[in-house]
């Protein structure tokens, strides 16, 4: 008898499976078979590498000095990011890759994929001001993902992928960041209270929208302490390079009123799970009281200056701090690997519950 080819795949999926040990254990009768991810450069494997018009790249040295044996991928980080450890925690696979790398296995498909784009934001100016894909062009590259894995696994088996497979969510940073409160470009029309419920209004749409796409656990991130990155506290913390509470008082006030709309969405939609993600606390614990974590360096990154690098200015020309596993961030704006598995882990192991 003729064993149908997805049928194969699902055996070597589940023996790979096997042989990549998470760390988390999962409840009983519960499968996580993908995880698939939607976001900005906190959770970008790759996907800019191709987009000649955007800026918001790494695919260079020193970028991915430690992933892979020095290879740079286009992840903003030394190492692995959030997509990559989310994952290997799970023990579904080591890394989450880019749905856009031309070396994209079909075999991958069936546990996950990764749409993110480095730029992107809730605010569509703020993904067409960085040439990043827009949420809409996140949930296209969906679509297109959708149909792939019908034909790769069948109808039956893509409902079921799509209905008990984690949807991460992770935007904000760069709309109150760099839309907001850089290039204040939104402060001519908004006050941030109004701002932060165009975000909102926006994040609900995009959720409702890959819900009816079949998605059904959603774990939607909150924006981080965006005052507390060295390329802020450059920017506007004075000559000391203070925290920027301002900042940090925006992103709180975005994040409950994102953790609210997050609550009425389940209301709507009762057999879905949309859980708030709390990453600003955590990061910002680490940020304060880094020398508590084991970090010599919390208020600049291990890239040159660490003040002010990032992307096109963090390159092999620009020198390197000696150890990056003693800096909570690698450039001005993202974290080094050793911290976002601080974050991870911890994050897995007291929200996975409330998916399943």
Not at 87 to 95: N, P, R
């Amino acid at each position: 008898m003729k064993v149908p080819c997805w049928v194969l795949r699902l055996i070597i999926g589940f023996v790979v499976l096997c042989k990549t040990r998470g760390v988390v254990k999962l409840p009983a009768n519960v499968s996580v078979p993908a995880v698939l991810v939607f976001g900005d450069s906190i959770v970008d494997t790759g996907n800019n590498n191709n987009n000649y018009l955007t800026t918001a790249k790494c695919n260079f040295p020193p970028y991915g000095k430690d992933f892979m044996g020095g290879i740079p991928t286009g992840r903003f980080s030394n190492g692995k990011v959030p997509s990559d450890l989310i994952v290997e925690e799970l023990g579904i696979k080591e890394y989450l890759p880019a749905y856009l790398d031309p070396h994209l296995k079909p075999s991958e498909l069936s546990t996950g994929v990764n749409f993110a784009s480095g730029g992107a934001g809730y605010d569509p100016l703020t993904s067409e001001t960085a040439f990043a894909i827009s949420l809409s062009g996140q949930v296209d590259l969906f679509k297109q993902y959708i149909g792939k894995l019908r034909g790769l696994v069948g109808e039956d088996r893509t409902n079921f992928i799509l209905a008990n497979s984690l949807f991460i969510v992770v935007f904000g940073s760069n709309d109150i960041s760099n839309t907001y409160f850089l290039s204040r470009v939104r402060q001519l029309h908004y006050d941030f209270p109004d701002y932060a419920n165009l975000l909102v209004n926006s994040a609900s749409n995009f959720l409702q929208e890959i819900y009816k796409l079949g998605a059904r656990r959603i774990a939607v991130f909150s924006a981080p302490p965006i005052g507390s990155i060295p390329f802020q506290r450059t920017a506007a913390g004075g000559k000391e390079r203070r925290i920027v509470e301002k900042y940090n008082d925006a992103v709180q006030l975005f994040n409950g009123k994102l953790s609210k709309e997050l609550d009425s969405l389940n209301h709507k939609y009762p057999n879905a799970r949309m859980v708030y993600i709390d990453v600003y606390n955590p990061l910002s614990d680490i940020i304060v009281n880094y020398q508590k974590y084991g970090y010599a360096v919390g208020d600049r990154g291990c890239c040159g200056t660490g003040k002010i690098e990032v992307v096109l200015l963090c390159n092999r020309f620009t020198p390197l701090c000696p150890k990056d596993t003693e800096y909570v961030f690698w450039d001005s704006f993202h974290p080094t690997e050793t911290v976002y598995k601080q974050l991870i882990a911890p994050i897995i192991r007291k929200y996975l519950e409330k998916f399943y």
